[in-house]
């Protein structure tokens, strides 16, 4: 970032950070700078530029390009770290930061309440490399995860809100057992976006998938690790050597995306937050799963740790209903379209099924519906999601 920007504020941030049109013939965006092949003039240099590998010198499309570092400048500057390793999905950048922090022999402390594919690394490819892995409730006391340290646990890793059942986690607590046991925090901020400030709450390396709000339009996926400079050797090297590799026009994207993050993800939790609130008013809902609101459990931690929420929430139907019933309402939505991912301008609707958690139980007590609150207005959203419930949803 360059130092006029120090001190001023994330909207301002936000639109100058990482650009230099003086040196890009007047335009205002970076450009796709494509290539594998980088030349350099001597055979000295060509030396030279291996040793510097580690550093933002252009050697090869692999080490990055000046579109990459583009993004990878604007993302560590959200997320409040010092450097970003961009990665060619959400996923890739979690498999990323576990590889660069784990070895055969280590334990992983694991949130029963992660990404499912995070559990499904540990249970597959991490399991069969010799680690092992504890799952722990998502809302653990400090005192919790100190008594489920290891002396191998080289990774705890956090996610906040959970996936699916969206329980907040005490990020600062949790962080300081895992430090005081010598292990690294690892945290999936994707709900937490620009929202929460990892590194000032105990974070050492943060993953994002930029698939979601950054990208913002539903057609890239790409994921971010983002750490301090002493962590920077270890996610770089791992990126390299797993060969992780991110497209510079999707960077494009995401950087363009990322112009107007802020703008979208207020207006989205402005309409999540109205329509959760008409969900919980409505006679067929039990529960609606969402920190934001001042009835979740985790609405106190929400409010201590977080600057602001994203528009994804679940919403738990009574008990009387069947997830058939729940499968009706969504197949009856005008509005929201069926499938996975989220953080797009446009509103989505999944049906919650099959959970995994190895402590914390699957139950939510009733049939359940993943929302994602779009640009829409909420006035048509309610007024849809009124349509499908009444005609499907009788007692
Ligand atoms: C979607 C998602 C990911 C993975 O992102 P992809 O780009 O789809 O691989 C990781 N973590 C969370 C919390 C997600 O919702």
Redesign the pocket.
Known sequence: MSNDLKGRRLGTRLSHVSRSPKSQAGIVNPPVWRGSTVLLPTCAARRASGTKRLEQDWTYGIHGLPTHHALEDAVAMVEGGDRTAIQG????A?VVAMFAFLKSGDHVLMTDGC?G??RRLCETMLKDFGVTTTYYRPQATEAEVKGLMKPNTKVVYT?APS?VTFEMQDIPAIARAAHAGGAKVLM?N??GIMNFQPFEKGVDVS?Q????YVGGHSDI???SVTCRNADWAAVKNAQITLGQYASPDDCFLALRGIRTLKIRLEQQQQHGLAVARWLQSRPEVARVLYPALPEDPGHALWKRDFSGACSLFGVVLKPAYTQAQVDAVIDDLALFGIGA??GGYESLAQPVADITRSVTGTDLGGPAMRLHIGLEDPADLMADLDQAMSKNLRA
Do not use: F, N, V
């Open positions: 999905s959400g996923l890739s979690i990404y594919p995070a996610e996936s999936d994707t709900w993953i998938a930029l698939t979601k996926l790409m994921g991912s989220w």
